[in-house]
Nanobody, 120 residues
Framework: QVQLVESGGGLVQAGGSLRLSCAAS????????MAWYRQAPGEQRELVAG???????YYTDSVKGRFTISRDNAKNTVYLQMNSLKPEDTAVYYC??????????????WGQGTQVTVSS
């Protein structure tokens, strides 16, 4: 059994900040890449930011300079620090992790999503 548990979403005014967290638990042998996606109403889910197992980050253009992704490998946790938030950042944010289980099964797993709402 694997769980990705997200926290940190909420309502914030434009220009404000939020920090999302996502912790992976279960019979995990190794956590490879981790990422955050988001989905706004009526839109497709899009990649926001990702981080490799070696700690190299990558971002979609619209969040570069405002969002920072990081990870704590000892805690199997990924974070997304979101600064200078804009109304267009409003969406449900989903954590994604590529995991190798103790059975050596390898797959992508998703969190349940956390709502981020930015008011103007």
């Amino acid at each position: 059994q694997v769980q990705l548990v997200e926290s940190g979403g909420g309502l914030v005014q434009a220009g404000g900040s939020l920090r999302l967290s996502c912790a992976a638990s279960g019979t995990i042998f190794r956590v490879n890449a981790m990422a955050w996606y988001r989905q706004a109403p009526g839109e497709q889910r899009e990649l926001v930011a990702g981080i490799t197992s070696g700690g190299n980050p990558y971002y979609t253009d619209s969040v570069k300079g405002r969002f920072t992704i990081s990870r704590d490998n000892a805690k199997n946790t990924v974070y997304l620090q979101m600064n200078s938030l804009k109304p267009e950042d409003t969406a449900v944010y989903y954590c994604n992790a590529h995991l190798i289980m103790t059975t050596l099964k390898e797959d992508d797993y998703w969190g349940q999503g956390t709502q981020v709402t930015v008011s103007s």
